[in-house]
């Protein structure tokens, strides 16, 4: 079995972000925690490759043995503040899915730039017990339905997931990323009116109009054409670092350390620098 692993980029100085509100320790953009990154991949994973779109940062690593790097010709922005259809993140996304698609791996898999990752074989575990080919993180304890800072897909799937994204003819700051992987990879939404998928998109302070629309979602879900991880926890908290397997993204100063102890526990770090 062969995959590879994808991630994005985006680093500037510090006080130049100009997203409207930033999660996690500020460490988490930039370049040094990239080989506390890679250290996880190392450690945990095989991968054939690993490949990371840059969004055109103004701060980036040096060379990284083993790492390809593609460029954006510009920042086209987050998913809550973008230029044209699709965020960066949704570009990065469609290009590295596709490079795995074109060069015949078995899988893509998806790592958030702030997302570490825990467990021996942690993606070949997920592989044996994914029913559809295709992995996301549960949603549960966020606001979203699903979680997208790691993920597994069959490099099958990739052709359909896309064309079905596209179709969803909305901007990513009018339905978000999170959503529009859920929809395009569920066979019911799929078919159905883009208004009403925009509307299960909405919240409501109005108690019945929200129950009505919890259960739409509720019956939606029946026809989900992926898993979800059996371990936690991307932005979902607290996080049990003493779990076998997990993952988590957004951290803070503590949770970094934290992680960083539990990792010295099992052995020294690599040091990826030129």
């Known amino acids: 079995m062969r995959y590879m692993i994808a991630s994005g980029w985006w680093s500037c100085p510090t006080g130049e972000d ?119 993180g549960s949603g549960k304890g966020t606001p979203q339905q699903i979680q997208q800072s790691f993920m597994i897909f069959n490099t099958e799937a990739i052709p359909d997931f896309i064309n079905n994204y596209v179709a969803i003819n909305k901007k990513d700051k009018i339905i978000s990323p999170e959503w529009k992987f859920l929809f395009a990879q569920n066979r019911l939404a799929t078919i159905l009116p883009l208004g009403l998928l925009r509307w299960l998109t909405k919240t409501s302070k109005n108690q019945v109009i929200s129950w009505v629309r919890w259960s739409a979602l509720r019956f939606l879900r029946k026809f989900d054409q992926f898993d979800t991880f059996d371990f936690g926890f991307g932005r979902s908290r607290p996080i049990k670092f003493s779990d076998s397997h997990f993952y988590f993204q957004h951290g803070n100063e503590d949770e970094v350390q934290a992680f960083k102890k539990k990792l010295a526990n099992i052995g020294r770090f690599n040091d990826h620098t030129p």
Request: charged fraction near 30%; charge should be negative.
């Open 18 to 136: 100009d997203r409207s509100k930033v999660y996690g320790d500020d460490s988490i953009r930039d370049i040094s925690f990239h080989y506390l990154w890679r250290e996880c991949i190392d450690r945990f994973t095989d991968p054939s490759e690993i490949m990371v779109i840059d969004s055109d940062s103004p701060k980036k690593p040096e060379e990284i043995r083993g790492e390809k790097w593609l460029s954006m010709s510009k920042n086209f922005g987050h998913s809550t503040n973008h230029s044209g259809q699709f965020s960066g993140y949704t570009r990065a996304i469609f290009l590295s899915m596709m490079y795995a698609y074109a060069n015949d791996f078995d899988y893509w898999v998806y790592i958030e730039q702030d997302a570490l990752i825990y467990g021996d074989r942690i993606i070949e575990k997920s592989i044996a017990e994914s029913k559809h080919g295709v992995v996301y």
